[in-house]
């Protein structure tokens, strides 16, 4: 038999096609298992190598699981709303709808290509209005229920190309077209209220089996501190200041406070301030600052006194000063904080430039140098409380303050609430209507998909509007209610609406009355595993979930969490090591290598490249490799065979036996644990000693065959039908082993010191001599002889004999 991929992989694909062989059936009494990874944007560029790595990993479980006996749902679809095809379209004057349309059939085409075994039936498209229109039906739940609500907060504005910019268009605080620093400009936008669900969003990763990295990433994010807030009085005024913080043991070090630049109390105070001028255009000049740059620890730190206020520190009573300064965020815990420059690094690198006082008051357990000590210790320098240890202190320092009504203690997260909405055209339209008389009115259940209109121009707007404002018979529309002249709102979603609930649609994919059915949701989550990029398991595993818990909670769906086990694959790294892009010119294309190769080649090669959730490097040397790993298999299919089982006659050795067991016990365990690489090995041992045969016992190679199947399934497919089996091999039952060959063949080693035998262990049969050695130097027995002396020589004789000369 010839491995001729190019006549043999497109012939497999059209007949699955045919056949539907991978299609998903919702009524079966197996037992279902849900795989999931995530769908790709389709972008321009088409498939990237690293997409097949993901894809080809959960196909393989897939195939697995199917041949164990599982009812398995394996989908696919397009994330295709998004920035790159918007941008795509205004550079190349092509609508996006089409964009969209071209990079989709090229994704399907290459997917196809790979033999991947997703069930076609159930392909989504997140900007079909057939599928966008749940996508805005979720959002009306969300408004019902008061958690999609509108306020004003700042965009990234550049004031040269007059347009909002998506944060990943800021770069390093420029436009990225036209490289002017952007400025922050405030607008009206929608939010959904993620917060409400930020305790229940950390304590359910409890329940749920994600990579531990991933949790932690998880946690980080949501970013729960727990502290106190205290009070501050106002110097001769009635007014006080509340902040935040995680260390009221420090209390006594407190030498000031700062306020946000976009603290509401300091226009107030605005009569009293000395030096307002001074104080203003600090004000202003924060204002175009991000975040990011605020708090960059590096920064030199800058700031204003507020001249003539000051505030009384609750526990001694001091007058200190107050600050604003561009270090202390707006929308963290209260937007102030008491300063303590002796155990707070920005606060000290403050204190020293604006020479206010830097006061001790944690002694640190163990000697330390630092001038700035941030960790906990024993208090002094704070009266009766001097000795006390941090945590003891925080608890007696809360009291008190409860006691005197100036604090008590406080959760925070750092976990904001969700910019929904984006000034583009290529999103979803957020189906609400402003009326002049209503106010804010959702559009009705009955008016969905509200979809996009035709327009000549997707470039934002001058005024930051979405280009979706200057179609005016599309924007002027009547109220629902009251039937006068309303606006539509013209914002569109983010491209993590669509992705936020797509596991749900696969269920039921073509229901036109619910998002889905609610006995098929019933059946099918949660997901059983989901493979996706470490670039989203911070938002969209975040977004996902919080959608999920509220659908939970309008009792849509039938689980509190969308996904039971989630887990990451590597980067796919060009031959020189560096993230592959067009720039670098060290893209990988898969059209190439199946051209070359085949889709089996790539597939096998993945999967061998290294550990699955390690970034790797691509080598053409590898590839080639593999291409003769499957070349070889081939061959075997042209060896004389001979029908014969387990007991085979003498012409085949026992090792075989034990070989082919060993296999299918390490090639079963490997996929189960995802360590694809090592199953490849083992299938290549496999060949290795099989080629060596006179006669292949048939039986020994349909089971190695199976074994490879979910690998390289054109290949293998092949083969089996040359073997003249009418059912596609898929379809076939996943070997069993027995345990008995399957176990590493034990022999008894002896151990002489001298040449005198002192001891026998038991080890496998082809144990090599460093391993054996560590092993009788375990032996107690052996101990006793060898304490205290020197081994001149040590003695191996493979699986017989080791000695020891002292
Ligand atoms: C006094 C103090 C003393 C603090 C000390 C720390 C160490 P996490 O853990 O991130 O929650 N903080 C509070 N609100 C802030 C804001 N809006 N912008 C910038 N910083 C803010 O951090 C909480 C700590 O960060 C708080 O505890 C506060 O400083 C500061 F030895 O208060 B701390
Ligand atoms: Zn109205």
């Excluded at 209005?129 to 408004?143: A, D, E, G, H, V």
Aim: hydrophobic letters at 35%; aromatic letters at 10%; one cysteine or more.
């Amino acid at each position: 038999m010839e491995f001729d991929h190019k006549t043999i992989e497109p012939k497999w694909q059209k007949k699955w096609q045919e056949q539907n062989l991978y299609a998903t059936t919702n009524n079966s009494d197996k037992e279902k298992f849900y795989v999931l990874v995530e769908f790709p944007y389709p972008s321009g560029n088409g498939l990237h190598v690293g997409h097949c790595r993901s894809y080809t990993a959960l196909d393989i479980f897939a195939r697995k699981k199917r041949m164990e006996g599982k009812n398995v749902l394996f989908p696919i679809g397009f994330d295709a709303f998004g920035l790159p095809t918007e941008n795509y379209a205004i550079k190349n004057k092509i609508h996006p709808r089409k964009a969209t349309d071209q990079n989709i059939a090229n994704f399907t085409r290459q997917l196809q290509s790979i033999g991947f075994s997703f069930d076609w039936q159930r392909v989504i498209d997140t900007t079909d209005p057939k599928y966008y229109r749940w996508t805005q039906w979720i959002f009306l739940k969300f408004f019902e229920k008061g958690l999609a609500y509108q306020t004003e907060i700042p965009i990234n504005w550049c004031p040269d190309c007059k347009i909002g910019l998506a944060n990943e268009e800021v770069v390093n605080g420029k436009c990225e077209r036209c490289g002017t620093t952007t400025e922050r400009k405030l607008k009206k936008q929608w939010m959904l209220k993620i917060t409400k669900y930020a305790q229940r969003l950390l304590d359910d990763l409890e329940t749920v089996d994600y990579l531990p990295r991933i949790k932690t990433q998880q946690q980080n994010w949501i970013g729960r501190s727990e502290g106190a807030e205290v009070d501050f009085l106002i110097t001769n005024s009635t007014e006080k200041i509340r902040v935040f913080t995680t260390r009221p043991d420090t209390l006594f070090g407190c030498t000031f406070l700062v306020l946000s630049p976009e603290h509401s109390l300091i226009k107030k105070l605005k009569p009293e301030i000395k030096n307002w001028d001074v104080v203003e255009k600090y004000l202003k000049a924060a204002a175009t600052k991000s975040d990011l740059e605020r708090t960059e620890l590096t920064k030199e730190k800058t700031g204003v006194r507020l001249e003539g206020v000051t505030v009384i520190n609750p526990v001694n009573e001091e007058e200190i000063p107050i600050f604003t300064a561009d270090y202390v965020l707006t929308n963290y815990g209260t937007g102030a904080i008491m300063a303590v420059p002796a155990h707070d690094e920005r606060d000290f690198e403050f204190a020293k430039k604006f020479e206010i006082e830097i006061r001790k008051v944690v002694n640190p357990l163990k000697n330390s140098e630092e001038k700035c000590f941030i960790g906990e210790g024993i208090a002094i320098n704070s009266g009766k409380f001097d000795g006390l240890k941090t945590a003891e202190f925080k608890k007696k320092i809360i009291e008190l303050l409860k006691e005197k009504k100036t604090g008590k203690t406080a959760v925070n997260f750092k976990l904001r609430d969700w910019v929904f909405s984006r000034q583009r055209y290529w999103g979803e339209p957020i189906p609400i209507i402003h009326c002049p008389k209503c106010g804010t009115i959702p559009l009705s259940e009955k008016d969905l998909p509200l979809e996009l209109p035709e327009v000549e121009n997707y470039e934002p707007t001058e005024t930051g509007e979405s280009p979706l404002a200057e179609i005016e018979k599309w924007v002027s529309c009547k109220c629902p209610n009251c039937d006068s002249m309303a606006r539509r709102e013209t914002d569109t979603m983010p491209n993590w609406a669509g992705s936020s609930w797509y596991f749900l649609r696969y269920i039921d994919p073509c229901n036109d009355k619910k998002f889905a059915d609610s006995e098929k949701l019933k059946h099918w989550l949660p997901v059983d595993l989901y493979n996706g990029g470490m670039e989203h398991t911070v938002l969209h595993l975040l977004y996902s979930r919080f959608w999920h818990k509220f659908l939970f909670d309008e009792k849509l769906v039938p689980t509190s969490e969308p996904y039971a086990k989630r887990i990451s694959h590597g980067m796919i790294l060009g031959p020189d090591g560096e993230k592959m892009s067009k720039s670098r010119g060290n893209v990988i294309s898969p059209d190439e290598i199946i051209e070359k190769f085949g889709a089996d080649t790539l597939r096998v090669y993945e999967m061998f490249i290294g550990p699955f959730d390690q970034s790797v490097s691509w080598n053409e040397g590898g590839v080639i490799g593999i291409r003769k790993f499957l070349e070889k298999v081939s061959r075997l299919a042209n060896k004389k065979t001979i029908d014969c089982n387990e007991d085979c006659p003498a012409e085949i050795p026992d090792s075989f036996k034990r070989t082919l067991h060993k296999t299918i016990k390490k090639v079963s365990a490997d996929i189960k644990n995802r360590h694809f690489n090592t199953a490849v090995s083992s299938l290549m041992i496999f060949t290795n000693e099989a080629a060596q045969l006179n006669l292949l016992p048939l039986p020994a190679f349909e089971k190695f065959l199976v074994l490879l199947a979910p690998f390289a399934p054109h290949l293998t497919e092949e083969i089996w039908e040359k073997l003249g089996h009418s059912e596609s091999i898929h379809t076939e039952k996943w070997p069993d082993f027995d345990s008995q060959f399957a176990r590493d063949e034990m022999i008894t080693l002896v151990i002489s010191v001298n040449g005198k035998l002192r001891d026998t262990i038991q080890v496998a049969a082809d144990i090599k001599k460093t391993e054996a050695l560590a092993l009788v130097k375990k032996s107690e027995k052996i101990q006793k002889w060898i304490e205290g002396k020197k081994i001149q020589k040590e003695i191996f004789v493979p699986g017989k004999l080791v000695n020891l000369v002292m």
